[in-house]
């Protein structure tokens, strides 16, 4: 997330979000979940009102759990997002696991590429 500014915004000011080329202005002082499900299917490709939906379409499932997970990084318990989604705290848990595997295996990824950028492939 960048911020369009030389320093930190203070409460109310406007700035600008800018995630994968999805660029929104916000109040500092919130972010609503439906701006946080804009994002992520903007760039996850996937319609905005399936993510909240039940669906176990593969796209809008995996597009739930990193708005999940989202929520989750930024404080809400299992239960309260289990209630935005209608979903049970354990269901909201393993999302949210989900999206902690996949950042460990690109987090693992990277350091391999890093490590062998250099080499000559045998």
């Given at each position: 997330m960048g911020v369009d500014s030389q320093s930190q915004p203070r409460m109310g000011e406007s700035l600008r979000i800018i995630v994968g080329g999805y660029e929104k202005?916000?109040?500092?002082?919130?972010?609503?979940?439906?701006?946080i499900i804009e994002i992520v299917?903007?760039?996850?490709?996937?319609?905005?009102?399936?993510?909240?939906?039940?669906?176990?379409?593969?796209?809008?499932?995996?597009?739930?759990?990193?708005?999940?997970?989202?929520?989750?990084?930024?404080?809400?318990?299992?239960?309260?997002i289990g209630l935005v989604?209608?979903?049970?705290?354990?269901?909201?848990?393993?999302?949210?696991k989900k999206i902690e595997k996949a950042r460990a295996m690109i987090s693992a990824?990277?350091?391999?590429q890093a490590a062998i950028k250099n080499?000559?492939?045998e």
């Open positions: 202005t916000a109040q500092t002082k919130t972010m609503k979940i439906s701006d299917s903007a760039e996850m490709g996937v319609d905005p009102d399936l993510v909240t939906t039940k669906t176990r379409l593969q796209e809008a499932a995996d597009a739930r759990a990193v708005v999940q997970a989202v929520m989750r990084d930024r404080g809400w318990t299992f239960a309260r989604f209608s979903a049970g705290h354990d269901t909201v848990w393993s999302n949210c990824y990277d350091a391999v080499l000559p492939i």
